[in-house]
């Protein structure tokens, strides 16, 4: 590697799957994106790659071939962020993926990329080399949100509906807390398997990640519910007084997305109900 690609630093997880973490523009605290990549003979499968930047792509490139790989057989996107696909589609045009491999990424997020960017229905099955990778739907973070699920090794990779570097944002038009609960509940199901975050250190027991994860999301829930007890607030109200001095630059937005998601839920459940206050020109929110 050259020395301007020093941070380039894959990491192997299992046997056929490596981390490494890509700077890319995401969201503060996170200031790099995993990319994985799912090994097997001479064949490999890259999964969210969100850096377009020439140097890396060269880079994972000269490493792949340093590993034996002869093909990339396909680009997998989790979801269709930016920080999560941006380097995906000029992968397909290096000698490694000279055969054009596919794009896969669920369709209800591959309609949201842009229109330039050739994208194909991820199947629920697909093979690297002589490896089952399994692509679960598991809406939450987006509605078309995917899960990378590598048997033998008793890996998933979870995009952004968990992380190990902060927390999960979850708010319209992209995400749906009460999808996102069902995810978690499925997540809580994988008995002694590791996840790969989207963000973040790999997660070592990620039943244990998603009940701490679903606990958190209803302990805001129940903070959300005192809040509104003592008088009517506006997301706004509700985002500052909950995440007071916590929340880094310019992640004022993902708070009140956030707790948005919360109150269309409990809007859903009949716990709250909410009003238009024309003063502030927004909703208010009280208790049911």
């Given at each position: 590697m050259t020395s301007s690609m020093t941070s380039f630093n894959p990491e192997r997880m299992t046997p056929h799957v490596w981390r490494i973490p890509i700077?890319?523009?995401t969201l503060p605290p996170a200031s790099a994106t995993n990319t994985y990549v799912i090994v097997d003979g001479g064949c490999?499968?890259?999964?969210d790659l969100g850096s377009a930047d020439a140097q890396i792509r060269s880079a994972l490139c000269e490493w792949l071939m340093a590993m034996g790989v002869q093909r990339i057989q396909a680009v997998i996107a989790t979801h269709y962020h930016a920080d999560h696909v941006d380097g995906l589609a000029p992968l397909a045009h290096t000698d490694l993926a000279r055969e054009a491999p596919p794009l896969y990424i669920h369709r209800l997020d591959g309609v949201r990329l842009p229109a330039h960017v050739a994208w194909t229905e991820a199947p629920r099955q697909m093979a690297v080399g002589t490896l089952a990778v399994h692509l679960w739907h598991a809406p939450g973070h987006t509605h078309g949100h995917l899960h990378v699920w590598v048997e033998s090794d008793q890996l998933v990779l979870v995009g952004d509906n968990?992380?190990?570097?902060?927390?999960v944002w979850v708010g319209p038009p992209d995400g749906h807390m009460e999808a996102y609960f069902h995810t978690l509940?499925?997540?809580?199901?994988?008995?002694?398997?590791?996840?790969?975050?989207?963000h973040g250190d790999p997660l070592p027991n990620?039943?244990?990640?998603?009940?701490?994860?679903?606990?958190?999301?209803?302990?805001?829930?129940?903070q959300i519910l005192q809040l509104l007890h003592q008088r009517p607030l506006t997301v706004?109200?509700?985002?500052?007084?909950?995440?007071?001095?916590?929340?880094?630059?310019g992640a004022e937005f993902v708070a009140q997305r956030t707790v948005q998601a919360h109150l269309l839920r409990l809007l859903d459940v009949g716990a709250v109900r909410r009003s238009w206050d024309p003063v502030q020109h927004s909703f208010t929110y009280t208790v049911s």
């Open positions: 700077p890319t523009r490999a499968a890259v999964v968990l992380s190990g570097d902060g927390t509940e499925h997540l809580k199901t994988l008995r002694d398997v590791q996840a790969g975050p989207g990620v039943a244990q990640a998603a009940a701490a994860l679903r606990q958190r999301r209803a302990m805001r829930e129940e706004r109200d509700i985002s500052r007084a909950l995440y007071a001095g916590q929340l880094a630059a």
